[in-house]
Each structure stands twice: as C-alpha cells, then as structure tokens.
C-alpha cells in the first residue's frame, strides 16, 4: 500500500473511473499503448499487497483474479494464496529477477486519495514505491505501475485501510484484471525464453 499518492498523481498517464461502462477497455487500450509490443522482455505483472487488510488487498486480488484467467501473454505474481507484502517483497523481485531475463514489471497496488477519486484507477509511468507512506524502507516496483485509490488519504491511515468497503476493492479488482486479460488477448506473440533455464538449474539442485 502507498499512502503517498500527490506524488504518484502527478506521473498518472491515465484515470479511469472503476466502474466506468468501458473501463476494463480502456485500461486494456492504455497498456497496450504504453507496454513494449515488441520486446524479447517477459512482461510480468507484481501485485503487492495483503488479505489482512480490506483496503490492501487490492493487489492480491488482481493477482488472483488473473491466474482463475489462465492469461498466457503475460506473468504474474501476488496473489492470495501467495501475497507479495512489506515482509517478503525484495525477495520475490530478487525471485522474478533471477526467473526472467530483463523483465518489463508493471507493479499494481492499492492507494489512498481525495475524495473526489476513491474509486479512481490509475496508470502511470515509473514504478510503485509501496510503504512510502508509513515510513518503510521497500523497494520500487515496476517500469510502470496501475494503482487504484480505494479509500481517503489523510487521517488514521491504518484505521480507514481496515475499515475499506470490500465491496468497492473487489469490484476495482475485476475492472484491473479484466483489462489486463482484455490486453493479453490482443498482445502480440513473442519469442522470450519462458523463464531462465540457469534458475530453473538451481531450483533442481536445491
């Protein structure tokens, strides 16, 4: 979670209102506009967050609602069963790393914002710099990111992220995965290795 948003709002490419008719197409329009199209990059998908809070679990869900699609184009990781957090973050980019040779990492996480925009979805250039806001020390994730406000910045963060309307994360949740499933059916093949064949050695001797 990024408490931090003036700095993310500036960057933000595109808004899109989650429950927009046409949302999940035009998030989908967007990233193709802005992922490479032709690339011997894997593009991998990094969904940061947690299931112990409603307004952080933002990331998982995407996550989770990406690998039910089955989606062949792209990679992704963080889901519920598997969260990627403040705890284990630098290890699993140490892990996508190591898996894929020069991945283009789109990161996804949940945000806090003005009133007028909770509900918003953001795309943007540069990457996510989760905990920004809580004084944690965590990586940046991502040559791009999507982020969606899910709540009000401001006052008691930890108390408005636990006290978040399921209900809005999750429809937030569907409207992020459908676009990125959208943009997978139209992307174009490539020809990168599936992952790298020297990590693949090292997990076999472990």
């Not at 490539?190 to 990590?199: G, I, P, R, S």
Request: net charge neutral.
């Amino acid at each position: 979670m990024n408490l931090k948003t003036s700095f993310f709002d500036r960057r933000a490419t595109t808004r899109i209102s989650h429950d927009d008719l046409h949302a999940a197409e035009n998030l989908a329009e967007e990233l193709l506009a802005v992922i490479p199209s032709l690339t011997k990059r894997p593009i991998v998908f990094v969904c940061i967050g947690t299931d112990r809070s409603t307004g952080d679990s933002l990331g998982p869900l995407v996550g989770t609602l990406l690998e039910e699609k089955g989606i062949r184009s792209f990679y992704v990781y963080g889901t519920l069963d598997e969260p990627i957090h403040a705890v284990n973050l630098s290890e699993k980019l140490k892990e996508i790393h190591a898996k894929h040779d020069a991945p283009y990492i789109i990161g996804i996480d949940a945000c806090l914002g003005r009133i007028k925009n909770v509900g918003v979805i953001q795309l943007g250039n540069g990457p996510v710099k989760p905990g920004a806001g809580v004084n944690k020390e965590l990586p940046a994730v991502g040559d791009i990111h999507i982020t969606g406000i899910v709540n009000v910045s401001g006052f008691m963060e930890f108390f408005v992220l636990q006290n978040t309307r399921l209900n809005l994360v999750m429809r937030m949740a569907k409207t992020i995965a459908n676009g990125i499933y959208q943009a997978s059916l139209l992307y174009p093949k490539q020809t990168w290795t599936e992952l790298n064949l020297n990590w693949l050695e090292e997990e076999k001797t472990n």
